[in-house]
Nanobody, 116 residues
Framework: QVQFVESGGGLGQPGGSLRLSCAAS????????MGWYRQAPGKQREMVAT???????NYADSVKGRFTISRDNARNTVYLQMNSLKPEDTALYCCNRVSPLGPFPWGQGTQVTVSS
């Protein structure tokens, strides 16, 4: 049974940093193309960052240069380092695979709120 457990969210200051973690209970995690997604109130879910099995990364324009995605295959974990936070980064952040087959079941996510 596939399960994702996200953590690390909370209240962040504009200009501040947060580090999100996603622990994945899934077979063959190391070969899965993973991504971080976010959904703000009243908006559709959007891709934030992705990382391939070969550690190739891709970012949404809105976070490029501020966020960094990484993975630790030994821990079945993917991370999102968020720097220079902006109020518009406020959203529920979730991780999942990136696949033409669609996502696995979504975890509960971790809420990020950026406010002074």
């Amino acid at each position: 049974q596939v399960q994702f457990v996200e953590s690390g969210g909370g209240l962040g200051q504009p200009g501040g940093s947060l580090r999100l973690s996603c622990a994945a209970s899934v077979r063959l995690f190391s070969i899965i193309h993973m991504g971080w997604y976010r959904q703000a109130p009243g908006k559709q879910r959007e891709m934030v960052a992705t990382i391939s099995s070969g550690n190739n990364t891709n970012y949404a324009d809105s976070v490029k240069g501020r966020f960094t995605i990484s993975r630790d295959n030994a821990r079945n974990t993917v991370y999102l380092q968020m720097n220079s936070l902006k109020p518009e980064d406020t959203a529920l952040y979730c991780c999942n695979r990136v696949s033409p087959l669609g996502p696995f079941p979504w975890g509960q996510g971790t809420q990020v709120t950026v406010s002074s």
